[in-house]
């Protein structure tokens, strides 16, 4: 069993920043991609962004330049460092990672999500 760790969520202004951490722990072997997604009242789920093993990351254009997502392999973390918040950022955060685990296959586990609140 894989458990997930989220952490980070608040209140903050606009134009503030914050910094979400997601830590994976139980029976892994592997963590291929690792993801952050939100969900905003009324809207769907959205990507957020994307960081492959290797670091290689992708970030929604809505985001871009102001996100930016990291990870540290050795404790199994995924972090999303949000500056320049903006009150349309607000929204239930979740963290995503693709584990090779005890049952020797591929699946996919999500955070239990982080409430950001942007408003002044």
């Known amino acids: 069993q894989v458990q997930l760790a989220e952490s980070g969520g608040g209140l903050v202004q606009p134009g503030g920043s914050l910094r979400l951490s997601c830590a994976a722990s139980g029976s892994i072997f592997s963590i291929a991609d690792m993801d952050w997604y939100r969900q905003a009242p009324g809207k769907e789920r959205e990507l957020v962004a994307t960081i492959t093993t290797g670091g290689r990351s992708t970030t929604a254009d809505s985001v871009k330049g102001r996100f930016t997502i990291s990870r540290d392999n050795a404790k199994n ?5 949000m500056n320049s918040l ?13 584990v090779f685990g005890q049952s020797l296959k591929w699946s996919d586990y999500w955070g239990q999500g982080t409430q950001v609140t942007v408003s002044s």
């Open 77 to 81: 973390t995924v972090y999303l460092q």
């Open 86 to 98: 903006k009150p349309e950022d607000t929204a239930v955060y979740y963290c995503k990672v693709h």
